[in-house]
């Protein structure tokens, strides 16, 4: 356990509206990342932020904002959800020394 | 794009029976991870090895590495049913960034 909850870890919501998950880390890690899994796709990555307020595009960013203020929350931003968005969020840390990934519980998201 | 390919997509066993499953992947890499999800959570880190390594044990893991075939296995030996899960292959191509590609995976049912 790296210290990584997420919130929601379930939300329902209509197509058009404006949708923000949150990943929160208790361990100072730089790098934070956001990914969407899918059924056949594995992980794919959205964004994924280096430090405070540095943050760059992944394979899947369109449709997605992200934010990092402060070094323990990283929020991933649906601008205006679509049906395509209907997915399993998941946040993920790195530290500076290990090569390995830490991931959050995941957030289910249903965009009707 | 997946930079990892899993084969097979499903894998079902008895338990005592080993698991292999098999990765390969396009471009040149730094390292090769393999994380395990069981169902409904987060990613779990397994093991990693390095671009100059060819084999890797960790308990009843055992993985290898072939970097002029793009391809890695992981091998569990004596499965027990709390091996049933997924199993995904995540490559590293060491940029500074420590972004990971992942395989669609492979799902694993062990059978008491």
């Known amino acids: 356990d790296a210290g990584i909850t997420q919130s929601p870890r379930h939300k329902v919501t209509e197509t058009g509206t404006p949708v923000t998950l949150r990943c929160h880390q208790t361990?100072?890690?730089?790098?934070m990342y956001w990914y969407r899994q899918d059924p056949g796709h594995g992980l794919r990555l959205i964004h994924y932020s280096y430090g405070v307020k540095d943050t760059d595009k992944g394979e899947v960013s369109d449709g997605y904002s992200v934010s990092r203020s402060k070094t323990e929350d990283f929020l991933l931003t649906l601008e205006s959800a679509t049906s395509s968005q209907t997915s399993v969020y998941f946040c993920a840390i790195r530290g500076s020394v290990k090569e390995t990934q830490y991931f959050g519980p995941g957030t289910r998201l249903l965009v009707l | 794009s997946q930079q990892g390919e899993e084969d097979p997509q499903a894998l079902s066993i008895q338990e005592g029976e080993n698991a292999t499953m098999n990765c390969s992947y396009k471009t040149s890499i730094n390292n090769l991870q393999w994380y395990r999800q069981n169902s409904g959570r987060g990613l779990v880190h397994l093991i990693l090895?390095?671009?100059?390594?060819r084999e890797k044990h960790s308990g009843r893991l055992r993985v290898t590495l072939d970097t002029s075939k793009k391809s890695s296995s992981l091998l569990i030996t004596a499965s027990r049913a709390a091996d049933t899960a997924s199993y995904f292959c995540?490559?590293?191509?060491?940029?500074?960034?420590?972004?990971?590609?992942f395989g669609a995976g492979t799902q694993v049912v062990v059978t008491p």
């Open positions: 995540a490559t590293d191509a060491g940029d500074s960034w420590g972004k990971l590609q």
């Open positions: 090895i390095r671009s100059n390594e």
């Open positions: 361990e100072n890690h730089r790098y």
